[in-house]
């Protein structure tokens, strides 16, 4: 068999074990040891074993992955979720479904210092759906909104995805972040703007809430001043130069801490529980990425990636088509994979692809960028598509006497706006680049 045989034949097996629900770091090193054996032998093989957990482990970027992980921690168990959520109810839960697009609001607001949609939609979810419920808001219909609000935890800065993505495409990491801004707001607005749809087509599933007196909502909104000063820092710190990502993310992470302490999170058991939360996510993520490396280092042995991408080319197509039929790629894939899985499956084959296509004119880095948050709003939309939907597991498994199908299908509008969201980036590439005023 010829290398480019091999290349597609692993590729096969891994799809398939994938399939089996075989571990997607435990997949892709066993796919890409097996193929690297038979393309290049064992010898050569061990010699790259040998230095290769090194050699992905030592990048300084990559630190910025447990810090942000830890500062997600420190949120979760300094009760920040809580003050989001009552600010954003105090302000509109007395529209109809005004509640539920507090929910939202607030998983936009701990997105913005979490960076992660599982801890986002666990953490809110244990904060908002007993209010939710509790105002007569229908269980299908919370468990949905709680569930895509969710999804906002890797959309608005600081992202892990989003990270990786970086270090995988070698771009900057602060242009990434900013320019997903403007995705993440229009996520945000989307979601509110189906809510506010299906409240007046169903009101019975979204009621109005209690009316807070101008004193009540001045007081919510007082009680969110730590999230808006960490974000500040961070983001800011990033953006305007004075910190390295790993440096912002190190100063998010101890003024989380502090407040955390401050507010009696951390007492008890809840340090450690941070401790083993950000380990236990950060070996996940790391055998994830030493699992690609392996299979990506067979698939470059193999040129499957480069005839793949010539081949693609060679064809002729619209760079539209190409682009859409990649995001249908990814759309199928959300069904049984995660986010991040699909990040380090898909970019080391797409983006060549997608990298020597003419798209709007735009120059490398913008179009790597543009690419980048087109990817993350993709991938988010896998955290709600059955079979897998991790965020609705998360969120049924505190509500569960709300049958998974039903949440599934209040989940279909917000999907929808999903889909529309990235459409219009697609055809529009200056709403994620003009914040970063970078040449069109």
């Known amino acids: 068999m010829s290398p480019i045989e091999w290349g597609s034949l692993m590729f096969g097996v891994l799809l398939l074990l994938l399939a089996l629900r075989v571990h997607i770091g435990i997949a892709m090193l066993m ?57 954003g109810n105090a302000m509109i839960g007395h529209w109809r479904g005004g509640m539920a697009m507090a929910g939202v609001t607030a998983c936009a607001g701990f997105g913005a210092i979490c960076g992660s949609s599982l801890a986002t939609a666990a953490t809110m979810g244990q904060v908002a759906l007993p209010e939710l419920k509790a105002h007569n808001y229908s269980g299908r219909f919370a468990t949905a909104v709680l569930a895509a609000g969710g999804t906002l935890g890797i959309l608005i800065p600081p992202s892990v995805p989003l990270v990786i993505y970086a270090i995988l495409t070698e771009q900057n990491i602060a242009k990434l972040f900013m320019a997903a801004f403007i995705p993440g707001i229009l996520a945000a607005l989307g979601y509110m703007l189906v ?30 001043w730590p999230v808006l000063l960490i974000f500040a820092v961070v983001i800011g710190g990033i953006y305007g130069g004075f910190f390295t990502p790993t440096e912002a993310a190190s100063i998010g992470a101890i003024a989380t801490a502090f407040v955390a302490w401050r507010s009696g999170g951390l007492k008890g058991r809840g340090f450690l529980q941070c401790m083993y939360g950000t380990a236990g996510a950060t070996g996940m993520i790391f055998l994830i990425l030493l699992g690609a490396d392996v299979l990506n ?45 699909m990040i380090l499956l898909t970019i080391p084959i797409f983006f060549p692809i997608v990298m020597g296509l003419e798209l709007w004119g735009l120059d490398p880095e913008s179009k790597a960028i543009w690419f980048g948050i087109i990817v993350l709003m993709v991938v988010e939309i896998g955290l709600i598509t059955p079979p897998v939907g991790m965020n609705v597991f998360v969120i049924n498994s505190l509500a569960k006497d709300v049958p998974m199908k039903d949440t599934f299908l209040f989940v279909v509008p917000f999907l929808i706006s999903d889909l529309i969201r990235i459409t219009l980036i697609v055809f529009v590439p200056s709403i994620v680049l003009f914040v970063l005023k970078i040449p069109m």
């Open 297 to 341: 280092v067979f698939l470059a042995l193999t040129q499957v990636n480069v005839a793949l991408a010539k081949w693609v080319v060679g064809l002729h197509l619209s760079p539209l088509l190409v682009m859409f039929v990649i995001i249908f790629i990814y759309l199928v894939l959300g069904c049984i994979m995660d986010s991040l899985s």
């Open 195 to 224: 809510i506010a749809i299906v409240a007046r087509i169903s009101p019975a599933d979204a009621p109005a809430g209690d009316r807070y007196s101008w004193a009540q909502r001045g007081q919510a909104l007082l009680d969110t």
């Open 31 to 87: 796919t890409g040891s097996i193929g690297y054996v038979f393309v290049a032998g064992f010898d050569p093989l061990m010699s790259y074993y040998k230095s290769a957990a090194y050699a992905r482990f030592s990048v300084y970027d990559l630190s910025v992955v447990p810090l942000f992980l830890l500062m997600g921690q420190f949120a979760t168990h300094g009760g920040l979720s809580k003050a989001l959520f009552q600010a």
